[in-house]
Structures are given as C-alpha cells and as structure tokens.
C-alpha cells in the first residue's frame, strides 16, 4: 500500500534517512509497510495525490519540481494553486529553469492548451522594457506584476546590474526578493537583516533545499513535501536528506522507541524538523 497520510510520508521519509538494517524492526514497530513493497504505479498516484491536497507549498519547492525541465511535471507546478503569474508564464513561454540547461526553449506540454492561461502584461513594459517597468512600479501590485516579467538567468544578470547602478524601487524588490527563481546573492542584496529574512522565509522563498528542510515549519508539512522528492525533484532532495541525515542517526538512529514518539507527535508538532527529530529522541 502507497503511503497516502502526511504522517506516513513523513515518517518513511525520515526513516529512509535512518540505516537500512533498522528500517524493518522501525517499521514494524510503527506499524509502516516495508519501504520497498510499495507497488510504482501505486507510489506514483500517491505522490500525485499527495502534491494535489498540499494547498500551499512554498514557491522554492515549486521552483525545485521546475528545474527538472520536464514538461509534464511542470503540468502539476501550473496548476498548483501556489503557481503564481511569474511561474504560470514561465513554464506557458516554455523558459528552461535547469541551473546548467543548454536548451533554449522547453516543451509545453499540451494538457495546457486550456484552461491555464498568462497573465497579461504591465500596461507599460512594451514601452519602458524590463527594467523601466520595475523603476515605475509604486504599489505592491505593480511591483509583483513587473517582477513577473523577469523570465530567465539573462533577465536575472539585467536585474541585478540595475540595481546595483541605483536601487530599484521597494515594491519591485520585494516581488523580486520573493520570487521562486531570485538568485541567493540578489536577495542578499536587498537585504541581510533578520527581518528581512524572515519575512522571505514566511514568504515561501528559500535559498536551498537544505534551508527549507531545517528553517520551516511545521515538520509534518516539511517532510510531507520531502517524501515527494524522489519523484519530483531527486536533484534537490540530495541536498535536503544531507542535511537531516546526521540528526536522524544522531537522535533517533535505530531506537524503536524514538521512531515511535516522533510517530505520535509529527501530525500535531509545530515547530521544525530538527526540533522534533531532537525532542522525540528526548522523550524516549
């Protein structure tokens, strides 16, 4: 049987990081089916329904799904209700989004002639461009609009030189700042202060899987979209299970009775992975 619960995903997900010899004693204890007896197809629909029920997701796991540069994921990142304009047009314009793709333009897949749609652009770009629309935006609305015209790494570069040369205005940093794709070292130069942060964290954006994996919260959530990792983003999801490897082996490692307390408080725990990995390996 597939995995369908955010309990069990998170569970399994956190036990594929624990030794292989511990995993069936684990498993039995918890009462978890045996990792490797889930049927493909049957793992496949859970992932698919498990990514549908996720509401919210945060615009950097949507990002990582897209750097997988395969048209039929990015079926599933367009319709997400967390897509927003900039993603939308993104993956409708066919923009490649791998870190080192040499291809020009991606295939759309044609599940999206209908119903999906661009948004329409700022009333100003085709006259003042890309970077004149970002210096024209003066209210949270045009910024967010502007931002989503910033289509590739190209775009990007442009951005982050006009910024240098006199400081685009605060909305259209902002958006920018929040942006799926904005690169860590443009976010950084907006801003490095708690604060600010914080507030692109709450926001959705991460500068790395392994950020996402240690900073978010709730846990359940957080290891809930990781069990999907090794179907719709396996690049990234190397990064966020090196992460948390070591405090799993560290805290719970093949203790039975660890496995069990973190089973019956992951659904209902509010603070982050490492805080639970670390209380359940406590309390046991």
């Known amino acids: 049987m597939a995995y369908t619960t955010a309990r069990d995903r998170a569970v399994s997900y956190l036990l594929s990081l624990a030794d292989p010899d511990d995993a069936g004693r684990i498993e039995q204890r918890i009462g978890l089916a045996p990792q490797n007896a889930v049927e493909h197809r049957l793992e496949t629909e859970a992932v698919r329904r498990t990514w549908s029920a996720a509401r919210q997701l945060p615009v950097a796991v949507l990002h990582w799904v897209m750097q997988q540069d395969d048209p039929e994921l990015n079926v599933l990142v367009c319709r997400h209700p967390s897509a927003d304009n900039a993603i939308r047009r993104q993956i409708l314009r066919g923009v ?18 209908h119903g999906v749609e661009e948004a329409r652009l700022p009333g100003c770009f085709h006259e003042l461009g890309l970077i004149g629309t970002l210096r024209a935006a003066r209210t949270r609305g045009a910024g967010r609009s502007a931002a989503s015209m910033v289509l590739d790494r190209h775009d990007w570069a442009a951005v982050t030189q006009a910024d240098l040369e006199h400081a685009l205005p605060g909305y259209a940093r902002w958006a920018l700042a929040v942006r799926h794709d904005c690169p860590p070292e443009l976010r950084r130069q907006f801003g490095t202060h708690a604060k600010f942060h914080n507030r692109v964290r709450a926001a959705g954006a991460f500068d790395s899987p392994e950020q996402f994996a240690l900073e978010h919260a709730p846990a359940v959530d957080v290891l809930a979209v990781l069990s999907l990792g090794h179907r719709l983003f396996p690049q990234r999801l190397a990064d966020a299970s090196d992460a948390l490897r070591p405090l799993v082996r560290e805290n719970l490692a093949g203790h039975t009775e660890a496995w069990a307390v973190l089973a019956q408080l992951v659904e209902e725990f509010q603070g982050g992975v490492e805080e639970l990995v670390i209380t359940a390996g406590a309390v046991a």
């Open 96 to 113: 490649p989004c791998a870190p080192e793709s040499k291809r020009s333009v991606l295939p759309v897949s044609p599940q999206l002639n």
